[in-house]
């Protein structure tokens, strides 16, 4: 192998590719542009919907209003209700989204409350699975215990008690995580799969136009009687894809980055600030690496048996869902990192780098990832080389 | 335009496509086979996170164990809590994830509790709020203490002669009226109608990339444009080949779904028994009768932007950029604030999935149905103009 000859290779296709106009359009610069117009967009928009959904007053009805007074008096004064006057049909308007909860008091509920005798229940009739409902009738329930509390206190306090008889034990919940965590949490879920992705459609287009497009357009066979050997060919190709792959991953998220930092800046976004250390950058880098070379190395493998762009793009098209499903099976809760995940190819990467942004360090795991997807690495660049050699796939008819 | 004519270049394409194995995967075996495997592949992966979890004890540890024997022991017995020992350090082992959560009793616990009948005390649990299972293991931990502590207020309360209901003078009690349609088709609407409108989408691109960028990478388009047809016509016939395509692709996801949602059903019963993921008849015609004029706007509007390209590759580049416009109004009727209003119902995309979720629910908005049917009738007759007008473009006919 001489690196003099893979090198030209490399400068050869490089140059090829860099000067496709469109191909610079649509693996760089859109993804530059789209992404922080995707993600500040999206912020604006459902800010804008939380905003009005906070403000909006919710339309509730009392039926039977006059046995509980002190109750409905609560309800009433609540800011976030208008209450309507009762009427027979309130379970056909709940339905139809024109009343958003109604509240049943039992005849006789203040009389039986006074004297102290069991009072029967009140209801709170609501649209399950409907959000405003659902949100009216919790707000309900909360103003009826806290009613609740204030009976009890009072009753025991005639007997001389305080309310602490009847909770003996309080629980209170401290969170040890530390702020950049919880933000982690957020964003660093979902990052991984990005970057995994991104790195495939970055590899995508350039696999394609190496193998089957240099079919189509003739040039394979005019590649091929060239002074420079296969596996230098492959290599030179392979380099290229790689390149391509890494800095169309690089700039989308620098171009996030940038857009989560605007974010932050202006106060809309989460509270806590998602921050990653230039030694968590490298670490996530590093595991990646391995992930892009086996994802060039299949691509190009694959894109290779085509005779033409149309066939490559639907041979390609199974690999990328093949990349999608484990990444995605890593935003699912429940899935981490354990001896048997750190096998599996894509799913290991993303989960360990889940760890890194979320501040955790399981240096066994990293390793054990790390071996592994090198190993899946230079299985997927074989499979690459050993397809450059079969002359059944270079001249396929 | 001459309607003979245009039948024949629609016949003429529609041969073709069904030729194409390619058009057939996207346009009609995805719509069929996507709903079936995700709606099995999900069960089986939901069910399998489920019992997996169950399996696994969460590691958890217990601070001041001698101040409440009674309760400590109570902790150890638990069959989904595994109690380790603990150190100084440990705020750092529950980030580390080597212990869920810890528990901490302050001295005297039990013993104070038992001295005065009005008594109380308070407990700790450190937990980490970035790790799903430490807000398991918190939560367990927590259900154990309060019914100890509910326990407790019994005894109290029988033993000063309190009545025993004084804790909770009255009941409250939530009730559901929707009906299971309702209840169903609000979940439905969250997911199905972003599902049609893309797959509805993806069916018209294959079909609108071959009849236009594909003729031109094929060097036919010269000869189709010789032949005794006019441009109106030939725009015609193909147009009306690529919106049936969608028209086929959106009745197939709808039909799959239906019958997926059928036959599913009696799997999700036993998940929950009051959920019922059906869509009646009526609902899936309305709803595929909404998305009839945007498969049209789909269609028209695929093809003008095609035909700029030389060939399919280049057709690609431009579409793919596309499809992200196309979904973006779509996910955006997924946001919780968002209800159909008369304002909304004039934006394209996001119109169509609003509404399908309130006809998924069995309401029928009838004067926005109105509204939304005649705007997005506008919009297509707008894109099928626009490609009608770069047919007659030379410059974009023969781009080299």
Same mark, same amino acid.
């Given at each position: &192998?001489?690196?003099? !000859?893979?090198?030209?290779?490399?400068?050869?296709?490089?140059?090829?590719?860099?000067?496709?106009?469109?191909?610079?359009?649509?693996?760089?610069?859109?993804?530059?542009?789209?992404?922080?117009?995707?993600?500040?967009?999206?912020?604006?928009?459902?800010?804008?919907?939380?905003?009005?959904?906070?403000?909006?007053?919710?339309?509730?009805?009392?039926?039977?209003?006059?046995?509980?007074?002190?109750?409905?008096?609560?309800?009433?004064?609540?800011?976030?209700? +208008?209450?309507?006057?009762?009427?027979?049909?309130?379970?056909?308007?709940?339905?139809?989204?024109?009343?958003?909860?109604?509240?049943?008091?039992?005849?006789?509920?203040?009389?039986?409350?006074?004297?102290?005798?069991?009072?029967?229940? =009140?209801? =709170?009739?609501?649209?399950?699975?409907?959000?405003?409902?659902?949100?009216?009738?919790?707000?309900?329930?909360?103003?009826?215990? +806290?009613?609740?509390?204030?009976?009890?206190?009072?009753?025991?306090?005639?007997?001389?008690?305080?309310?602490?008889?009847?909770?003996?034990?309080?629980?209170?919940?401290?969170?040890?995580?530390?702020?950049?965590?919880?933000?982690?949490?957020?964003?660093?879920?979902?990052?991984?799969?990005?970057?995994?992705?991104?790195?495939?459609?970055?590899?995508?287009?350039?696999?394609?136009?190496?193998?089957?497009?240099?079919?189509?357009?003739?040039?394979?066979?005019?590649?091929?009687?060239?002074?420079?050997?296969?596996?230098?060919?492959?290599?030179?190709?392979?380099?290229?894809?790689?390149?391509?792959?890494?800095?169309?991953?690089?700039?989308?998220?620098?171009?996030?980055?940038?857009?989560?930092?605007?974010?932050?800046?202006?106060?809309?976004?989460?509270?806590?600030?998602?921050?990653?250390?230039?030694?968590?950058?490298?670490?996530?880098?590093?595991?990646?690496?391995?992930?892009?070379?086996?994802?060039?190395?299949?691509? /190009?493998?694959?894109?290779? /048996?085509?005779?033409?762009?149309?066939?490559?793009?639907?041979?390609?098209?199974?690999?990328?869902?093949?990349?999608?499903?484990?990444?995605?099976?890593?935003?699912?809760?429940?899935?981490?990192? !354990?001896?048997?995940?750190?096998? &599996?190819?894509? /799913?290991?990467?993303?989960?360990?780098?889940?760890?890194?942004?979320?501040?955790?360090?399981?240096?066994?795991?990293?390793?054990?990832?790390?071996?592994?997807?090198?190993?899946?690495?230079?299985?997927?660049?074989?499979?690459?080389?050993?397809?450059?050699?079969?002359? +059944?796939?270079?001249?396929?008819? | 335009?001459?309607?003979?004519?245009?039948?024949?270049?629609?016949?003429?394409?529609?041969?073709?496509?069904?030729?194409?194995?390619?058009?057939?995967?996207?346009?009609?075996?995805?719509?069929?086979?996507?709903?079936?495997?995700?709606?099995?592949?999900?069960?089986?992966?939901?069910?399998?996170?489920?019992?997996?979890?169950?399996?696994?004890?969460?590691?958890?540890?217990?601070?001041?164990?001698?101040?409440?024997?009674?309760?400590?022991?109570?902790?150890?017995?638990?069959?989904?809590?595994?109690?380790?020992?603990?150190?100084?350090?440990?705020?750092?082992?529950?980030?580390?994830?080597?212990?869920?959560?810890?528990?901490?009793?302050?001295?005297?616990?039990?013993?104070?509790?038992?001295?005065?009948?009005?008594?109380?005390?308070?407990?700790?649990?450190?937990?980490?709020?970035?790790?799903?299972?430490?807000?398991?293991?918190?939560?367990?931990?927590?259900?154990?203490?309060?019914?100890?502590?509910?326990?407790?207020?019994?005894?109290?309360?029988?033993?000063?002669?309190?009545?025993?209901?004084?804790?909770?003078?009255?009941?409250?009690?939530?009730?559901?009226?929707?009906?299971?349609?309702?209840?169903?088709?609000?979940?439905?609407?969250?997911?199905?109608?972003?599902?049609?409108?893309?797959?509805?989408?993806?069916?018209?691109?294959?079909?609108?990339?071959?009849?236009?960028?594909?003729?031109?990478?094929?060097?036919?388009?010269?000869?189709?444009?010789?032949?005794?047809?006019?441009?109106?016509?030939?725009?015609?016939?193909?147009?009306?080949?690529?919106?049936?395509?969608?028209?086929?692709?959106?009745?197939?996801?709808?039909?799959?779904?239906?019958?997926?949602?059928?036959?599913?059903?009696?799997?999700?019963?036993?998940?929950?028994?009051?959920?019922?993921?059906?869509?009646?008849?009526?609902?899936?015609?309305?709803?595929?009768?909404?998305?009839?004029?945007?498969?049209?706007?789909?269609?028209?509007?695929?093809?003008?932007?095609?035909?700029?390209?030389?060939?399919?590759?280049?057709?690609?580049?431009?579409?793919?950029?596309?499809?992200?416009?196309?979904?973006?109004?779509?996910?955006?009727?997924?946001?919780?604030?968002?209800?159909?209003?008369?304002?909304?119902?004039?934006?394209?995309?996001?119109?169509?999935?609003?509404?399908?979720?309130?006809?998924?629910?069995?309401?029928?908005?009838?004067?926005?149905?109105?509204?939304?049917?005649?705007?997005?009738?506008?919009?297509?007759?707008?894109?099928?103009?626009?490609?009608?007008?770069?047919?007659?473009?030379?410059?974009?006919?023969?781009?080299?």
């Amino acid at each position: &192998v001489k690196w003099q !000859n893979i090198l030209t290779v490399y400068r050869k296709e490089l140059l090829d590719m860099v000067r496709d106009r469109r191909t610079l359009y649509a693996t760089l610069v859109f993804p530059l542009v789209l992404f922080p117009v995707m993600t500040t967009g999206f912020a604006k928009l459902s800010e804008m919907s939380l905003k009005k959904t906070r403000r909006e007053t919710q339309r509730i009805m009392l039926l039977g209003e006059e046995h509980a007074p002190e109750l409905a008096a609560r309800i009433r004064a609540d800011q976030q209700f +208008e209450v309507v006057a009762p009427e027979a049909n309130f379970r056909e308007q709940i339905n139809e989204k024109k009343l958003r909860a109604a509240v049943e008091f039992p005849p006789g509920f203040a009389a039986r409350l006074e004297q102290g005798a069991p009072a029967p229940e =009140i209801r =709170i009739y609501l649209y399950r699975t409907e959000l405003r409902s659902e949100a009216a009738a919790e707000r309900l329930e909360t103003l009826a215990r +806290e009613y609740q509390e204030q009976v009890v206190s009072s009753r025991l306090a005639r007997r001389g008690f305080s309310t602490a008889l009847l909770k003996p034990v309080e629980t209170r919940r401290e969170d040890v995580a530390r702020p950049e965590q919880v933000a982690g949490m957020r964003l660093g879920r979902l990052l991984p799969y990005f970057i995994i992705v991104l790195c495939a459609s970055g590899a995508l287009h350039p696999a394609i136009d190496l193998t089957a497009g240099e079919k189509e357009r003739g040039t394979l066979e005019t590649l091929l009687a060239s002074a420079a050997r296969r596996i230098e060919l492959v290599f030179g190709k392979f380099l290229v894809v790689l390149t391509l792959s890494l800095v169309t991953t690089l700039l989308a998220l620098a171009s996030f980055a940038f857009s989560v930092l605007h974010l932050q800046r202006n106060g809309t976004g989460a509270s806590e600030t998602f921050t990653v250390s230039a030694g968590s950058a490298a670490l996530v880098f590093a595991l990646v690496l391995p992930i892009a070379v086996l994802l060039s190395g299949v691509l /190009l493998a694959l894109a290779l /048996l085509a005779k033409s762009y149309k066939e490559a793009q639907s041979y390609t098209g199974y690999v990328m869902l093949g990349v999608l499903l484990p990444a995605i099976g890593s935003v699912l809760p429940g899935v981490e990192i !354990n001896p048997v995940t750190a096998w &599996v190819p894509i /799913l290991n990467v993303t989960l360990v780098a889940q760890e890194i942004f979320t501040g955790s360090f399981p240096w066994l795991s990293i390793a054990l990832v790390l071996i592994s997807s090198c190993v899946y690495a230079a299985l997927g660049l074989g499979l690459a080389a050993w397809q450059f050699n079969r002359e +059944e796939v270079l001249f396929r008819a | 335009v001459n309607l003979q004519k245009a039948s024949i270049v629609f016949r003429k394409e529609l041969l073709d496509t069904l030729r194409d194995r390619r058009t057939l995967i996207s346009s009609i075996l995805l719509p069929i086979l996507l709903f079936p495997v995700l709606f099995l592949g999900f069960g089986a992966l939901g069910f399998l996170i489920v019992t997996r979890l169950g399996q696994e004890k969460l590691a958890v540890g217990i601070r001041g164990a001698e101040h409440a024997p009674t309760l400590a022991a109570r902790l150890e017995a638990h069959p989904e809590l595994a109690v380790i020992a603990t150190d100084q350090d440990f705020p750092d082992a529950i980030r580390a994830k080597r212990l869920r959560a810890v528990v901490e009793f302050p001295p005297g616990f039990e013993e104070q509790l038992n001295t005065r009948p009005d008594a109380s005390q308070s407990v700790i649990l450190y937990y980490n709020s970035s790790d799903l299972r430490s807000d398991e293991a918190a939560d367990d931990l927590e259900e154990v203490i309060a019914r100890f502590g509910a326990e407790l207020a019994e005894q109290r309360v029988a033993a000063q002669g309190l009545p025993a209901g004084i804790g909770e003078p009255f009941r409250i009690t939530k009730q559901n009226v929707a009906t299971a349609e309702r209840v169903g088709g609000n979940i439905l609407g969250l997911l199905l109608p972003y599902f049609i409108i893309v797959l509805c989408l993806t069916g018209a691109m294959y079909p609108a990339m071959d009849v236009t960028a594909g003729e031109k990478e094929r060097g036919t388009i010269e000869t189709l444009l010789a032949s005794p047809v006019r441009r109106t016509d030939l725009v015609l016939g193909k147009f009306l080949l690529v919106s049936l395509i969608a028209t086929v692709t959106t009745a197939l996801a709808i039909a799959s779904f239906s019958l997926t949602a059928m036959l599913g059903a009696g799997l999700l019963t036993r998940i929950s028994d009051r959920l019922v993921l059906a869509i009646s008849t009526k609902a899936a015609a309305a709803v595929f009768f909404m998305v009839l004029p945007l498969a049209v706007t789909f269609a028209a509007g695929l093809m003008a932007v095609a035909l700029l390209a030389r060939n399919y590759r280049e057709a690609q580049t431009y579409l793919g950029p596309l499809l992200f416009v196309v979904i973006l109004p779509a996910v955006a009727s997924l946001l919780p604030g968002i209800e159909l209003t008369p304002k909304l119902a004039l934006v394209p995309v996001l119109n169509v999935a609003l509404v399908a979720k309130e006809i998924f629910v069995g309401h029928y908005p009838w004067k926005l149905i109105g509204i939304i049917f005649g705007s997005t009738c506008l919009y297509a007759a707008l894109a099928l103009w626009a490609a009608v007008r770069q047919f007659h473009r030379e410059a974009v006919l023969f781009r080299s």
